[in-house]
């Protein structure tokens, strides 16, 4: 057990990335002390910070649509305009998808340079997926209702770091509890948090993804399903690990 003597810096799971994360981190980070002592170093540090944030955007535009009950660390308006914002870039025909998280840097700063009726060609007219774009549309929305219900106090009260609640979890528990009270409470179910979010969730989209790949041929819809699918599989994984990680250090506190 932990006592006034173990060590009491125990860092979360994994990055957090909603609105106050972003925002107060920012102001925290070692990169300003670094560009001046280790400016290559710091370089580095920043690249790799905007690694994670551009896997938490990708892994956000599965999430926002089957989650909800967000926790305040890790869901916002910041995350939810970038994961629109990938999508956008990933279906213009004037982008193209391998630069997508560096276009994402120059998403903010593109009105000074174009008028609004050229951005509004490359977001909705010319782009390569009609699914991607509707996909887009909903992500936007989710997003939106998710942040709302955070701001309102109707987050996740219990763990402020959560990526949300999974609607499919809860239709499993749901089933499972009905499940125990027809057989007189001799079946005891309850669906894995871990297994739904790495496994269920992921497959599905990943499902789509090959479907619009295989069957109906729209490859830029069913790489991006690849692609954020992916990136939620892996940060799961990693989350995982480094909770498997804590637990053994507090066991051993």
Same mark, same amino acid.
């Given at each position: 057990?932990?006592?006034?003597?173990?060590?009491?810096?125990?860092?979360?799971?994994?990055?957090?990335? +909603?609105d106050?994360?972003?925002?107060?981190?920012?102001t925290?980070?070692?990169?300003?002390?670094?560009l001046?002592?280790n400016?290559?170093?710091? %370089?580095?540090?920043?690249?790799?910070?905007w690694?994670?944030?551009?896997?938490?955007?990708?892994?956000n535009?599965q999430?926002?649509?089957?989650?909800?009950?967000?926790?305040?660390?890790?869901?916002g308006?910041? !995350?939810?305009f970038s994961?629109?914002?990938?999508?956008?870039?990933?279906?213009?025909?004037?982008s193209?998808l391998a !630069?997508?998280?560096?276009?994402?840097?120059?998403l903010p700063?593109?009105?000074?340079?174009?008028? @609004?009726?050229?951005?509004?060609? @490359? =977001?909705f007219l010319?782009?390569?997926?009609?699914?991607?774009?509707?996909?887009?549309?909903?992500? !936007? !929305?989710? +997003?939106?209702?998710?942040?709302?219900?955070?701001?309102?106090?109707?987050?996740?009260?219990?763990?402020?770091?959560?990526?949300?609640?999974? @609607?499919?979890? %809860?239709?499993?528990?749901? %089933?499972?509890?009905?499940?125990?009270?027809?057989?007189?409470?001799?079946?005891k %179910?309850?669906?894995?948090?871990?297994i739904?979010n790495?496994?269920?969730?992921?497959?599905?989209?990943?499902?789509? +993804?090959?479907?619009? @790949?295989?069957?109906i041929?729209?490859?830029?819809f069913?790489?991006?399903?690849?692609?954020?699918?992916?990136?939620?599989?892996?940060?799961?994984?990693k989350?995982?690990? =480094?909770?498997?990680?804590?637990? =053994?250090?507090?066991? =051993?506190?």
């Open positions: 057990m932990i006592t006034k003597q173990s060590n009491q810096d125990i860092k979360p799971r994994k990055k957090c990335f +909603g106050s994360s972003i925002i107060f981190g920012a925290k980070t070692e990169f300003y002390k670094l001046f002592k400016p290559s170093l710091a %370089l580095l540090r920043l690249l790799g910070q690694i994670e944030f551009t896997t938490a955007a990708l892994a535009c999430n926002t649509v089957y989650r909800n009950q967000f926790g305040l660390l890790n869901q308006i910041i !995350l939810t994961s629109v914002g990938l999508a956008l870039i990933a279906n213009s025909e004037h193209y !630069l997508g998280s560096i276009s994402l840097l120059i700063i593109l009105p000074f340079f174009y008028d @609004w009726d050229t951005l509004y060609s @490359w =977001a010319d782009i390569r997926s009609l699914p991607l774009l509707v996909y887009s549309g909903i992500m !936007l !929305l989710t +997003g939106l209702v998710n942040t709302t219900m955070i701001y309102i106090g109707k987050g996740n009260p219990d763990d402020m770091a959560k990526s949300g609640e999974s @609607w499919i979890l %809860l239709g499993l528990n749901k %089933l499972y509890s009905k499940i125990k009270r027809l057989s007189g409470g001799k079946l %179910l309850k669906a894995n948090e871990f739904v790495s496994f269920i969730e992921c497959g599905i989209t990943a499902s789509i +993804g090959y479907y619009f @790949w295989s069957v041929g729209d490859h830029t069913g790489l991006f399903c690849f692609l954020m699918s992916s990136a939620e599989f892996f940060t799961q994984i989350s995982k690990t =480094a909770q498997l990680n804590r637990q =053994a250090y507090l066991n =051993a506190s």
